[in-house]
């Protein structure tokens, strides 16, 4: 968890912040406006606006194909109305399953 303790220039109360998003910058006693914690509520928003634009864009054919592949070695049921790559993913690790088990089988035979 990022704590971090600022302490107000007006009034000398220490400000504990553990999440800045939550936090509106101000000195709860004097409402006095703490800078660094502005500067770094600021970076964080920054980052999480960076992060949601980064998720948005659309994932590659191998990316998708590889969460299918997870998703059915996890035991997550098919996603119905994901990509053609998702499917194929899925239906190839499957597959898999299958092949080791009846080998599996035979061995233990």
């Known amino acids: ?4 303790i600022y302490e107000c220039k ?4 220490q400000i ?3 999440y800045l998003p939550a936090v509106d910058g101000r000195c709860p006693r004097c409402h006095e ?3 660094m914690m502005k500067r770094e509520r600021e970076a964080v928003i920054e980052e999480n606006e960076n ?3 980064k998720m948005s864009q659309p994932k590659s054919p191998i990316n998708e194909f590889i969460d299918g592949q997870k998703d059915c070695r996890a035991g997550k049921p098919h996603k119905p109305g994901r990509s053609k790559d998702y499917d194929s993913g899925y239906s ?3 597959e898999l399953e ?3 088990t ?3 089988m035979q061995r233990g035979s």
């Open 1 to 4: 968890m990022n704590r971090q």
């Open 92 to 94: 190839v690790e499957y």
């Open 51 to 53: 992060w949601r634009q």
């Open 33 to 35: 406006e703490v800078e």
């Open 10 to 13: 007006r009034c000398k109360q």
């Open 102 to 104: 009846a080998r599996s």
């Open 16 to 18: 504990i912040a553990v």
């Open 98 to 100: 299958q092949i080791r």
